[in-house]
């Protein structure tokens, strides 16, 4: 395979189509604190230079976007229109099993246009605001990922989906 797009991403367009996003809220921006209820990263979650650990959550998943700063940047700001860099780690509420991660061997950090609809719309809104040199933990309800038909095989029908994103490039828009 000469060319992979991770898995996390490709259904942006079609949920636009069939208009699964939208009116998702940052409910914990910023500022470290605790996390979402059912769900703890380990504290070696807060090193940016290793992949990130990320539990199995449990419990019912929240309704709408969640977003903590794990790790503030000290960085750029991300804001609409900007082209991003970032390594991610994505899991499933529901099983807690890796989906996709940039981390993998073979894997490069990924690139794209923030507010563009290359992403699930939970990443064009939970990323915006996110410093460069920092970690961020997004949990995005279906309605704002996938929705009900899902990505199969990997992710199921009305999925939560938790991301654990590092900034590391911003680059800004003319």
């Keep these: ?3 992979r797009i991770p898995i996390a991403l490709l259904a942006a367009g079609a949920l ?3 208009g699964c996003g939208g009116g998702g809220k940052n409910t914990t921006p910023g500022g470290g604190g605790q996390g979402v209820q059912g769900l703890t990263l380990p504290k070696e979650s807060s090193d940016v230079n290793t992949k990130p650990v990320i539990p199995k959550p449990h419990g019912a998943p929240p309704t709408s976007l969640q977003s903590r700063d794990v790790v503030s940047g000290p960085g750029k700001t991300a804001e609409s229109g900007d082209k991003l860099t970032v390594d991610y780690v ?3 509420w529901s099983t807690g099993k890796q989906f996709d991660s940039s981390w993998d061997p073979g894997r490069k950090p990924f690139q794209f246009k923030l507010g563009a609809g290359m992403v699930i719309p939970g990443w064009d809104q939970g990323l915006v605001g996110m410093r460069v040199g920092g970690r961020r933990e997004l ?3 279906p309605g704002q990922a996938y929705g009900p038909q ?3 095989p990997a992710i199921g029908p009305n999925e939560t989906l938790v991301f654990v994103i590092d900034l590391k490039k911003v680059s800004k828009s003319k």
């Design 139 to 141: 949990v995005i309800p």
């Design 90 to 92: 994505g899991v499933s």
């Design 150 to 152: 899902g990505q199969p």
């Design 1 to 3: 395979m000469t060319s």
């Design 16 to 18: 636009a189509l069939t």
